[in-house]
């Protein structure tokens, strides 16, 4: 931006009182500008889309004015770590006494009371089983071919790892993050196991073929969800950009990875249309695929709403704050739908929806004002279904919750390197955030995979059951 020419002390004399006006008029706009382009560099999570972990610089929390007690404060329940069941418990351990330490007056089976109970766990001390497969060969008599002795059918040619040892190291690698390294200093470390990382990324591999078939089996199913939550990130392969698409509900999180952030994704894996809803934020994809039962996140128009009460001119301020101020009436009465009269609970919702429809069409409004009101004036009832469906909530929540860890196995990993490893990535987290959600053992179904893998059985499903 140029900037203006100020009239020092000694020229101002020289200008007239227009002139003087006219800078002063300049100077009044570049300010304006130069505030908006601020209020623009300061957005962050709080007030626009952006993700928490872009708010880089952030303000120091305020220190506390009390001195605060470490550890649990007065008056807060306790917690204690509730005893395995009886039929986890390995083995049983009894203590008793012969006599009383003080007194040394003999105690028998009569002074005996409830025990106090103690339980723990620990690592047998030889942690893997090592075991010598022999094949013995033999030559046929008859048509001279070398024979050998088959291999039980669990048992993979060549293969170092069990199938729970195989499991482990790729619950491993996609829960826990760890790279190839970290898991060969595991390996050589606890388990006395000597592997390169060439081997462990050979074993990851051939584990996922294994998670295909339920997999494809969750990919048929989604188009026929009643709602769904969708959320995409970034992802890099090998230095390419790369998008990865998040698919969830309450019961199951499906992962795709794309070369596209488009609709066409969308039309991939939904079809044409999508008879259910979408509850989604604004971004262009979802728009030009929207259906007619969309439902757009409220909590990101809210950040752009609350944007607006950023920017240095009072027109976009106090419309932003008239918005926010009907936003929160109206979540404050979707809360307590519930509890309180339908009657009155509609009353109140209506008196809200007409108070929007006012700010909404009003007239004149400033640039950024007036792009939010036109927002909500086309995507109304795509904003406000679910008011009329209590199944469908406001907020994407959800869908940001299921890619969050995917985010942060992006960041660890730093990406994938070939096809093969975007198909294991999207599996693998498909198989974690599932499991996850249905309060199922993410290892143990990794273990089902490969057993069913190995032996032709049918595969663990992960489709959610419902009572």
């Known amino acids: 931006m140029p900037s203006i020419p100020v009239p020092t002390a000694k020229t101002v004399e020289n200008f007239t009182k227009l002139e003087l006006f006219a800078i002063i008029q300049k100077l009044q706009e570049q300010i304006t500008q130069l505030q908006a382009e601020v209020a623009a560099l300061r957005k962050n999570s709080s007030t626009s889309s952006k993700p928490p972990s872009s708010d880089i610089v952030k303000p120091p929390k305020p220190k506390s004015s009390g001195a605060g007690a470490p550890g649990g404060q007065k008056g807060h ?30 105690l028998g089976p009569e002074h ?3 025990p106090w109970i103690q339980q723990t766990a620990e690592l047998p001390e030889k942690l893997i089983h090592r075991t010598e497969h022999r094949r013995f060969g033999y030559r046929c008599p008859q048509c001279r071919r070398q024979l050998y002795a088959p291999l039980p059918t669990a048992l993979e040619q060549g293969e170092l790892f069990g199938p729970r040892l195989q499991s482990l190291v790729v619950y491993m690698k996609g829960a826990l993050h760890g790279s190839y390294t970290s898991l060969q200093e595991f390996m050589g470390e606890v388990f006395e196991l000597q592997v390169s990382r060439s081997m462990l990324c050979d074993s990851v591999r051939a ?28 992802h890099k392969d090998n230095g390419r950009r790369y998008w990865i698409w998040a698919f969830c509900t309450r ?25 259910g ?29 609350k944007f607006l009460t ?17 936003f929160k009436r109206l979540f404050y009465f979707w809360h307590l739908r519930r509890t309180m009269p339908q009657e009155q609970y509609s009353r109140a919702l209506s008196v809200i929806q007409r108070n929007l429809r006012a700010l909404v069409c009003e007239k004149k409004l400033p640039r ?100």
């Open 251 to 275: 019961l199951f999180g499906f992962f795709t990875v794309e070369a596209s952030r488009g609709s066409q994704v969308l039309k991939k894996v939904l079809g044409e249309t999508f008879k």
């Open 112 to 114: 005996q009371t409830e």
């Open 77 to 106: 329940p306790g917690f204690f770590r509730k005893l395995f069941p009886a039929e986890r418990v390995d083995e049983i351990k009894d203590y008793r006494l012969s006599e009383c330490p003080e007194c040394k007056i003999p």
């Open 368 to 467: 950024k004002s007036q792009n939010i009101a036109n927002r909500l004036d086309k995507h109304w009832s795509s904003y406000l279904r679910f008011l009329t469906d209590p199944l469908i909530q406001p907020t994407n929540n959800l869908a940001e919750q299921t890619i969050r860890t995917v985010v942060i196995d992006r960041k660890i990993t730093q990406g994938t390197r070939s096809e093969w490893g975007r198909q294991w990535s999207a599996r693998i987290w498909t198989v974690l955030a599932t499991c996850r959600k249905q309060k199922r053992s993410s290892w143990q179904f990794i273990q089902q995979c490969v057993l069913a893998h190995r032996l032709g059985t049918p595969y663990p499903s992960l489709l959610p059951v419902t009572a």
């Open 277 to 305: 809803t979408l509850i989604t934020d604004f971004f262009s994809a979802y728009t030009k695929y929207a259906n007619a039962f969309q439902q757009f996140c409220l909590a990101h128009l809210v950040r752009d709403i």
């Open 207 to 234: 584990v996922s073929p294994s998670l295909a078939p339920p997999y494809k089996e969750l990919e048929k199913a989604i188009a026929d969800q009643p709602r769904l939550h969708i959320d995409e990130t970034g």
């Open 310 to 326: 950023t920017l240095p001119d009072t027109a976009n301020q106090q419309f932003g704050i008239r918005l926010l101020r009907q």
